[in-house]
Each structure stands twice: as structure tokens, then as C-alpha cells.
């Protein structure tokens, strides 16, 4: 696996949009964004995102763990 690249939140919501990740309805409020997406079996994924300068490489492992996404595919919709 490749090192995670340091990201703000606003370029990870971002690259998950182009993921197909959208809004998730009543979700979101306060200091993080709340993304969804439905996969081909109908597996709903959600993904929380806390709106910081920086996000943690810890916390980006475990988006990109929710999200069902690798460091190289996050790569490549940055």
C-alpha cells in the first residue's frame, strides 16, 4: 500500500464526489460532512468526514476503509 497523501477535507469531499459519493440527507450538521453511496448490490456506504485543514492519516485510512476505497484510487480522483 502507498502512504496516504495529507489532504484538507474540502479536496477529499472532493475526490469522494467523483467516487459518486453525494450529501446524505439530514446529515452533516456541525463540524463534519456526511457523504453516501449506494454500491451495485445495494449496500448503502456512508462516510463522515470532519471538516478540518488537515485530516489525520489515521482518519483518512479509515474514510477510505468506509468508502470501500484504496490510497492508489484516492490518488486518482484527486
Known sequence: MTELPSLSSERLIRA???AGFEDAPKRGKGSHHALMRRDPGGRVRLVIVPQRKDIPRGTLH???QQAG????ELRQLL
Open 69 to 72: 476505497l484504496t490510497a492508489d
Open 16 to 18: 469522494l464526489r467523483r
Open 62 to 64: 479509515a474514510i477510505l
